[in-house]
């Protein structure tokens, strides 16, 4: 009897630790793709990541907030700020991932040099990307912004507009789909690659890649210190991980780690 014990004992220590399950949320196209390659590498150090994808930029962290996600990767920091700042979660970023550089493209123009009087300009209508579409905008000469406006400018705060363009605001989701009907659309980079769109060649003009939007991974607050936290930015931040960037999206977005 003693001897099964000491058996029954054995195969108790050997059996394999269970691995960790996590629910991750991401944007389809590339970081829905980069988080399956994260995951191949994750599955080796025994986490296990749940891929779940939204449409929208509101709803990953509503659910990360409420418990039906464990962690997000689909924002850059300056939105994830606003998130935090309007309504009040306790959510933080625990790593940075990649830069999708903004870009101004257009169905209707080459240059933006063609852009009539009293175009059609279509930005995003989510907090920081509609600031940083018309800074870009500025940047080029189209618009100038109030002095201090910084990423949280609107429409209202355009100070000088010489081409009396029309800036129309939709869901950042939906701006490929609008280029039949605006002269110009400002289009973060993960939308313009899943619509078919290549933005370092269709882009009329980009935000430099080394900007200070570098998306993030975040989780809760009080889950930044576990140790799932750490392999899931250890498995992102592989060298794997990054070569399949380089080689998948060529400049289109890079690495920001």
């Not at 630790?17 to 991401?26: D, H, N, S, T, Y």
């Not at 689909?74 to 625990?94: C, E, M, T």
């Not at 209707?108 to 009293?118: C, G, H, R």
């Amino acid at each position: 009897m003693r001897i099964l014990a000491l058996l029954a004992l054995a195969a108790t220590f050997a059996l394999p630790a269970q691995a960790e399950k996590i629910r991750v949320g991401v944007t389809p196209g590339p970081h829905a793709q980069i988080m399956e390659k994260v995951r191949d590498q994750a599955k080796a150090t025994g986490l296990e990541i749940e891929i779940l994808e939204f449409s929208d930029y509101v709803v990953p962290n509503e659910a990360l907030a409420s418990g039906d996600l464990d962690a997000n990767s689909f924002q850059h920091q300056p939105y994830l700020d606003n998130q935090i700042a309007d309504r009040g979660y306790k959510l933080v970023s625990v790593a940075k991932t990649v830069t999708f550089p903004l870009g101004l493209f257009s169905a209707k123009l080459k240059s933006l040099e063609a852009l009539p009087t009293k175009a059609k300009v279509a930005i995003p209508n989510d907090p920081t990307n509609g600031g940083r579409a018309l800074i870009l905008l500025a940047h080029q000469g189209l618009i100038k912004l109030r002095e201090g406006a910084g990423l949280a400018a609107t429409p209202l705060d355009i100070t000088d507009n010489p081409k009396n363009l029309r800036i129309v605001e939709l869901d950042a989701a939906q701006l490929p789909r609008s280029l039949n009907d605006v002269d110009i659309a400002a289009i973060n980079g993960n939308y313009a690659l899943e619509a078919g769109l290549d933005p370092t060649k269709d882009a009329l003009a980009r935000e430099a890649a080394d900007g200070p939007y570098a998306n993030v991974i975040a989780v809760k607050a009080v889950d930044k210190d576990k140790p799932w936290v750490k392999s899931l930015i250890a498995a992102y931040q592989s060298p794997a991980v990054k070569q399949f960037v380089v080689d998948t999206f060529k400049g289109a977005l890079v690495p920001a780690w």
